[in-house]
């Protein structure tokens, strides 16, 4: 009787553990990332926290998952979750309408202006400042009146974003991107490292040397030239927006 009580109770223990194995293995998690990086997540419209976060416990099949951030269109997608294991979801945020003044203002800053040379923005007073200025987002117009020539360029501020413009004289019209964002906002922390002037990047399959200051960098071992360098702004690392866009280009879109 005793040994028919106590296979009982252990044939109810295993029952119990397969039970609760088989409870676990049906439900899964999700790691989810955004470029940039700090979007407000919502999971089934729920809101769980600023990405790049793990949602765990979750119960194996669609979710969905909504995006949002300041400036970046919203995004609204659908995660695919595995019982036990974990799903990764990266998306790449678009910025948001460029008019007149929408979402959070960006960062005008102006290199290479001739000691006694002069700007004027949207039309404004000429002034000798290329100190760094806050910006509506959109569509703007400068002119430059250095070295007895007037450069007149159309350029976009971006939500969030510094945009730098570097004056080459009247003869030179810049091709290349100008425009350099917060490293910290494409990048996880520990992508990049920065000592002295000098900027080592390493993500997924790329790897950046750059300095501060300086125009040309070193992308997987070739020359690489941009129409602005890499900054520290208010503390922050600041890289060219095109060369952000190079090095986390093969992060998948979310599905």
Same mark, same amino acid.
């Given at each position: ?13 295993i ?13 899964g998690g ?11 997540v ?10 790049p ?13 909504t ?10 997608t659908?995660?695919v979750?595995?019982?036990g ?18 979402g ?7 290199r290479?202006?001739?000691l ?26 400068i ?8 450069? #007149?360029?159309? *350029?976009?501020?971006? =939500?969030?974003?510094?945009? $730098?413009?570097? &004056?080459?004289g009247? %003869?030179r019209? /810049? ?8 490293a ?14 000098r ?23 070739a #020359?690489?030239? *941009?129409?602005s360098? =890499?900054?520290?702004?208010? $503390?922050?690392? &600041?890289?060219?927006? %095109?060369?952000? /866009? ?6 998948s879109?979310?599905?």
């Amino acid at each position: 009787m005793i040994g028919r009580f106590v296979s009982g109770l252990l044939a109810c223990a295993i029952a119990a553990s397969v039970g609760i194995a088989e409870a676990q293995s049906a439900l899964g998690g999700a790691y989810i990332t955004t470029l940039p990086s700090g979007a407000d997540v919502w999971f089934d419209g729920t809101y769980v926290g600023h990405s790049p976060l793990v949602v765990d416990a979750l119960a194996a099949g669609r979710h969905g998952l909504t995006l949002t951030k300041a400036g970046w269109n919203t995004v609204e997608t659908a995660v695919v979750v595995t019982g036990g294991s974990l799903v990764t979801a990266s998306t790449r945020l678009v910025p948001g309408n460029r008019g007149a003044a929408p979402g959070e203002p960006g960062t005008l800053v102006v290199r290479g202006v001739p000691l006694g040379g002069t700007i004027s923005v949207d039309g404004a007073p000429p002034s000798a400042s290329k100190d760094p200025r806050p910006m509506a987002a959109g569509s703007h117009q400068i002119v430059v009146d250095a070295a007895g020539a007037r450069t #007149t360029r159309t *350029f976009t501020i971006y =939500p969030g974003t510094t945009t $730098g413009l570097v &004056y080459g004289g009247s %003869a030179r019209v /810049e091709r290349r991107s100008a425009v350099v964002a917060p490293a910290e906002d494409y990048l996880p922390t520990n992508a990049f490292v920065v000592t002295g002037k000098r900027i080592v990047v390493r993500y997924l399959n790329h790897v950046v040397v750059a300095h501060f200051g300086e125009s040309q960098v070193m992308l997987d071992g070739a #020359t690489v030239a *941009f129409d602005s360098a =890499p900054e520290s702004i208010g $503390g922050k690392l &600041y890289l060219p927006l %095109a060369l952000l /866009e190079k090095v986390t280009g093969d992060v998948s879109k979310g599905r």
